[in-house]
């Protein structure tokens, strides 16, 4: 098994930026794909960003192409996501997710990941 645990979270003004990092313990996680994923009040947890356990491919919901990038450091065991140009619609929980890294699932769902974390708390200003 691995444990997730997410930092970097807080308020923001609006065109900020923030890093994200997901930090796993339990098993290297440079055997999982990992992702981040979000969830906003009242709304369902939405795909945010992933990256293969290489690091080799990275993928990215069009409202977030460009202005986030997600990288990982698998000697660090960490994983990030680095978002500039925040807005407030970026404003939601970030949870970081590992996902096997021979499962044929899509990056984009949540049912590739096997593990999640508990979340950080971003809030973009206007």
């Known amino acids: 098994q691995v444990q997730l645990v997410e930092s970097g979270g807080g308020l923001v003004q609006a065109g900020g930026s923030l890093r994200l990092s997901c930090a796993a313990s339990g098993r290297t996680v440079s055997r999982y794909d990992m992702g981040w994923f979000r969830q906003a009040p009242g709304k369902e947890r939405e795909f945010v960003a992933a990256?293969?356990?290489?690091?080799?491919?990275?993928y990215y919901a069009d409202s977030v192409k460009g202005r986030f990038t997600i990288s990982r450091d698998n000697a660090k065991n960490t994983v990030y996501l680095q978002m500039n140009s925040l807005k407030p619609e970026d404003t939601a929980d970030y949870y970081c997710?590992?996902?096997?890294?021979?499962?044929?699932?899509?990056?984009?769902?949540?049912?590739?990941?096997?593990?999640w974390g508990q979340g950080t708390q971003v809030t973009v200003s206007s």
């Open positions: 997710a590992a996902g096997n890294r021979y499962s044929s699932g899509s990056f984009y769902y949540p049912g590739k990941y096997g593990y």
């Open positions: 990256i293969t356990w290489s690091g080799g491919s990275t």
